[in-house]
């Protein structure tokens, strides 16, 4: 195996890769990446919404509640619908791009403090969070009680030691 001194950085606190910011133990989104996507107007073609949906996905998992807000720009997918940006579709992608630049950072777990496996179903998919006590501060947790209890017809917790 080779390693190419010019891709490698050594004793750096924090680093960028594929879209991230590494930093210790903690992962978050590049902001200069999705500054520049966020600074382009609002897509007026499909081609535009699909690569826009592209790159929002790929932070799906530090979004919260992407699905539920990028369901009305999904539908734009089936080939029988005409790209229309409606109000409802304005206001998911000004949601999305929001919660893109106050996504949370993702902290490796403290392995000695219990988790808890949350599990919320609705009509349409299943979504679940394991989140260990000490993230369950208000600005850290996956789902609040209320958009649980909102959008979910079921929730289901189990804490695991």
């Known amino acids: 195996m080779k390693i190419s001194l010019k891709k490698c950085n050594f004793g750096f606190e924090e680093l960028k890769a594929l879209g991230h910011i590494v930093a210790g133990l903690s992962l978050g989104i590049d902001k200069n990446k999705v500054g520049t996507v966020l600074l382009k107007p609002i897509p007026q073609n499909k081609k535009e919404m699909m690569s826009f949906l592209g790159f929002s996905s790929y932070y799906r998992q530090k979004l919260k509640d992407f699905e539920t ?13 005409v790209f229309e940006m409606t109000q409802e579709r304005i206001k998911a992608y000004k949601k999305i791009g929001k919660a893109l630049t106050e996504a949370p950072l993702l902290l490796m777990p403290d392995w000695n403090i219990p988790f808890k496996f949350y599990i919320a179903e609705c009509g349409d998919g ?22 649980i209890n909102q959008w979910y017809s079921q929730d289901t917790t189990k804490t695991w030691s």
Request: glycine share 2%; charged share 25%; hydrophobic share 35%.
């Open 69 to 81: 807000l990028a369901k009305s720009l999904y539908r734009i997918w089936d080939q029988q619908t």
């Open 126 to 147: 299943l979504g679940a969070a394991l989140l260990s006590a000490c993230d369950l501060k208000p600005e850290h947790k996956h789902d609040s009680q209320n958009t």
